[in-house]
């Protein structure tokens, strides 16, 4: 059938049996009876004959012709993947990461997975902890990066690392910029603001650590966040070990064999990295 699309569009755009014929190095009687027999399958006249030479196609032609253009592309382009090396299908791995470990720990593990990336789509989704948690119980992702410690009998942890929090921002500022409820950050600020019996006078919730160490860089409000996120200049007041936490890894219990070449590779990456 492609062989006679072929041959179809080139007598179409030559409007010659025998140009088409020189064009496909064929003989022209080939180009006759491809013609006559996609005529027939298709039960339809596609062109018609003007004289002697000049070849006319038919409204059912003109339709032919504009389909078969794209027929041919899309077989050509499948021709081409089929016979490539690289053909086979990437696998897709989803990961999702918490704001802070999408911050600290993201760009170089993505470096990491460059020597698999030929075999893997990967697919990465910020969200806050327990956001990543559902997501991941929901099969909607393969790895989870946090820093809560969640627990599910559906899930595996795998901790590492460690990330040290601290009260930065203008001290004397009446604003407290605030992360979401289901935040891992706002939890430990609750905590802090209960501690020290503090009821902040105003108060902005923001989905976004980068957002807030960039208020805070502006000098707008104060907040408790990842020492790792701040610049310098913003000042910062150290907190107790309380308030240092750690990483975890999340994976499924039964993990998918095509995954377990990306499980590994995270995992030895993780299982050395320092913050």
Partial sequence: MFKQLETFCAVYETRNFSHAAEQLFISQPTVSTQIKQLEADLQTTLLTRNGRQEIIPTASGQLLYQQAQKLLTTWAATKTAVQSPRHLVKVPCRI???????????????????????????????????????????????????????????????????????????FASPLWLLREPNSG?????????????????????????????????????????????????IPIEQLSAHYQRQFFLLTNTQPAAALRPVQTAITQYLTTWSD
């Fill in 185 to 233: 950050v706002r939890h430990y600020t609750n905590a802090f603001l209960k501690a020290r019996n503090i009821q902040p006078a105003q108060v902005m919730v923001i989905h976004s650590n980068q957002i807030i160490a960039d208020l805070l860089a502006h000098g707008i409000g104060q907040t408790i966040i990842s020492r790792h996120v701040l610049s310098n200049e």
């Fill in 96 to 170: 999702g990461t918490s704001h802070t470990t999408g911050r600290l720990i993201l760009p170089t593990l993505l470096a990491n997975l460059s020597a698999v990336s030929d075999r893997f789509d990967f697919q990465v989704t910020l969200a806050n902890s327990a956001e990543i948690l559902t997501a991941m119980s929901q099969h909607k992702l393969d790895f989870g990066l946090v820093e809560k410690p969640l627990v599910t009998d559906q899930l595996n942890r795998l901790p590492f690392g460690h990330d040290e929090l601290v009260h930065a921002g203008d």
